[in-house]
């Protein structure tokens, strides 16, 4: 059974970067792509991009000049990387294995911009 | 973008009867080449993450109860619960993964009535 876990800060500064890590349990990463998906406070679910297990990537328009993900296939690992928050970026963090709909998410994890 | 519309936002339904939430595209997410929708619903409940129902628009994901059901296709899709029960209290979710950027509705909430 794959499973999904999230990783990292829980509290950023405004202008810092948001760095997270998704360890991929229970299955291997490759020939799988990988989502990074955010839920702000009482809103909707935003898809923030992907990344390929060769290592190419897709991101959201709206946020492709702070974003990076990026993957470790050695550690079955993928990452996000948000330059620049601001309280906008207040949000729970999930990830998820892109396919057919999103058949496996991690159980998500809340990253608070404040100073 | 693919702008994904659901209506109603709310609904409160008695236990034991159905509940429908629409879901529309603003551009056809029928890929010609094989014929299927790329849509799917989730169903979530605070503080989980959601879950896949349906994709393909009308296949239903392992496990899942056969009172959940997807129609439609095109632009205008359907998800029915033919019986409401307690558990089924949640915010619901379409999602299309036609092209990127991949994009969800702005969630349908259910409740009992």
């Known amino acids: 059974q794959v499973q999904l876990q999230e990783s990292g800060p829980g509290l950023v500064k405004p202008s810092e970067t948001l760095s997270l890590t998704c360890t991929v349990s229970?299955?291997?990463?490759?020939?799988?792509?990988w989502s990074w998906i955010r839920q702000p406070p009482g809103k909707g679910l935003e898809w923030i991009g992907y990344?390929?297990?060769?290592?190419?990537?897709n991101y959201n328009p709206s946020l492709k000049s702070r974003v990076t993900i990026s993957v470790d296939t050695s550690k079955n690992q993928f990452s996000l990387k948000l330059t620049s928050v601001t309280a906008a970026d207040t949000a729970v963090y999930y990830c998820?294995?892109?396919?057919?709909?999103?058949?496996?998410w991690g159980q998500g994890t809340l990253v608070t911009v404040s100073s | 973008d693919i702008v994904m519309t659901q209506s109603p936002d709310s609904l409160a339904v008695s236990l034991g009867e159905r509940a429908t939430i629409n879901c529309k595209s603003s551009?056809?997410?029928?890929?010609?080449?094989?014929?299927?929708?790329?849509l799917a619903w989730y169903l979530h409940k605070p503080g989980q993450p959601p879950k896949l129902l349906i994709y393909?628009?009308?296949t239903r994901e392992s496990g899942v109860p056969d009172r959940f059901s997807g129609s439609g296709s095109g632009t205008d899709f359907t998800l029915t619960i033919s019986s409401l029960q307690a558990e089924d209290v949640a915010v619901y979710y379409c999602?299309?993964?036609?092209?990127?950027?991949?994009?969800f509705g702005q969630g349908t909430k259910v409740e009992i009535k």
């Open positions: 998820a294995r892109d396919g057919s709909g999103y058949t496996h």
């Open positions: 229970g299955g291997s990463i490759s020939s799988y792509y």
């Open positions: 990344v390929y297990s060769s290592g190419s990537t």
């Open positions: 551009q056809s997410v029928l890929y010609s080449s094989d014929n299927k929708n790329y």
């Open positions: 393909w628009a009308s």
């Open positions: 999602q299309q993964y036609y092209n990127t950027p991949r994009t």
